[in-house]
């Protein structure tokens, strides 16, 4: 392990967003638990419906995982009549993904408690100090090596 000086660490700033985190999907989570579900399937419903049509190999470019991992999650919203697989007008090995209409209330229903605790975080700030927090979860996504993503 390399020696890291404790002084250089944000303590602060990282608890803070570990409160953050488990305050912003503990209302999903509940959501989730009730119908036998779990945050994997919340990604895949939030970016389902963000991006109708999208290829399953789009989806694990944007979540990071692996296709065995995808296919039980996307398996158990298509049977439960969440999400609906079809193949491309063009090229029928393609599988794209489409929300359903329980699909789209689902993802809107997750979203709303997060959406309503990202405004009652927002609402003191400045027009500019809204610009600069999203700056910052911007940049908080940049890759370790600090290479700007594109678009930046």
């Given at each position: 392990?390399?020696?890291v000086?404790?002084?250089?660490?944000?303590?602060e700033?990282?608890?803070?967003?570990?409160?953050?985190?488990?305050?912003f999907?503990s209302d999903?989570?509940?959501?989730l638990?009730t119908?036998?579900m779990?945050?994997?399937?919340?990604?895949?419903?939030?970016f389902?419906?963000?991006?109708p049509?999208?290829?399953?190999?789009d989806?694990l470019d944007?979540?990071?995982?692996?296709?065995q991992s995808?296919?039980?999650?996307?398996?158990?919203?298509?049977?439960?009549?969440y999400?609906?697989?079809m193949a491309g007008a063009?090229?029928?090995r393609?599988?794209?993904?489409?929300p359903?209409?329980?699909?789209?209330?689902?993802?809107?229903?997750?979203?709303?408690?997060?959406s309503?605790?990202?405004?009652r975080?927002?609402e003191?700030l400045?027009k500019?100090?809204?610009a600069?927090?999203?700056?910052?979860?911007?940049?908080?996504?940049?890759?370790?090596s600090?290479?700007?993503?594109?678009?930046?």
């Amino acid at each position: 392990m390399p020696v890291v000086d404790e002084a250089d660490i944000d303590f602060e700033c990282i608890e803070l967003f570990f409160f953050a985190y488990r305050d912003f999907i503990s209302d999903p989570d509940a959501i989730l638990d009730t119908l036998g579900m779990g945050r994997a399937h919340h990604r895949v419903v939030y970016f389902v419906c963000r991006q109708p049509g999208m290829m399953v190999g789009d989806l694990l470019d944007i979540l990071k995982i692996t296709k065995q991992s995808l296919a039980r999650v996307l398996k158990q919203l298509i049977d439960e009549g969440y999400i609906r697989q079809m193949a491309g007008a063009k090229d029928r090995r393609e599988r794209r993904l489409y929300p359903t209409l329980a699909g789209r209330e689902l993802a809107l229903a997750l979203s709303q408690p997060q959406s309503q605790r990202i405004a009652r975080a927002m609402e003191p700030l400045s027009k500019q100090a809204r610009a600069d927090v999203l700056q910052f979860l911007q940049r908080m996504r940049q890759p370790e090596s600090g290479r700007q993503e594109k678009g930046e």
